[in-house]
Nanobody, 117 residues
Framework: QVQLVESGGGLVQAGGSLRLSCTAS????????MGWYRQAPGKQRELVAG??????NYADSVKGRFTISRNNAKNTVYLQMNSLKPEDTAVYYC????????????WGQGTQVTVSS
C-alpha cells in the first residue's frame, strides 16, 4: 500500500500563487506515475497535471500557469500554481499509479484551494 498526504492548500486572491505538496509513504518503489486532479462543486474530477519518469503533461486550462515537479529523494510531488483564477477553486487530489497500471491506484485525502476574485 501507498499513502499520499497533501498539504499547501488555502485561500488566495486572484493572480496569486500557491504550492501544493504531496508526500508518499509505504511501497513507494511500486509507484510509476504521479499527478494532481481537482474537483469543483458539481463537476467531475479532472486531471490537472501528471509526471512520469520526468515527463509532464497538463490540462489546457493550466498550461503556462502551473508546474508539476517531483523530488524522489523526498518522495514528494509538487504543484506550483501561479496566476490563479477563481475558476481554479476546487479540492485538489494527489494521485499515484503502480508500474504497469492503467488506472489510478492511490489517492490523497484532498486539499482545498479557494481563489477569490
Amino acid at each position: 500500500q501507498v499513502q499520499l498526504v497533501e498539504s499547501g492548500g488555502g485561500l488566495v486572491q486572484a493572480g496569486g500563487s500557491l504550492r501544493l505538496s504531496c508526500t508518499a509513504s509505504g511501497r513507494i518503489w511500486s509507484i510509476d506515475a504521479m499527478g494532481w486532479y481537482r474537483q469543483a462543486p458539481g463537476k467531475q474530477r479532472e486531471l490537472v497535471a501528471g509526471i512520469t519518469n520526468g515527463n509532464t503533461n497538463y490540462a489546457d486550462s493550466v498550461k503556462g500557469r502551473f508546474t508539476i515537479s517531483r523530488n524522489n529523494a523526498k518522495n514528494t510531488v509538487y504543484l506550483q500554481m501561479n496566476s490563479l483564477k477563481p475558476e481554479d477553486t476546487a479540492v485538489y487530489y494527489c494521485s499515484a499509479k503502480r508500474v504497469g497500471s492503467a488506472l489510478i491506484d492511490y489517492w490523497g485525502q484532498g486539499t482545498q484551494v479557494t481563489v477569490s476574485s
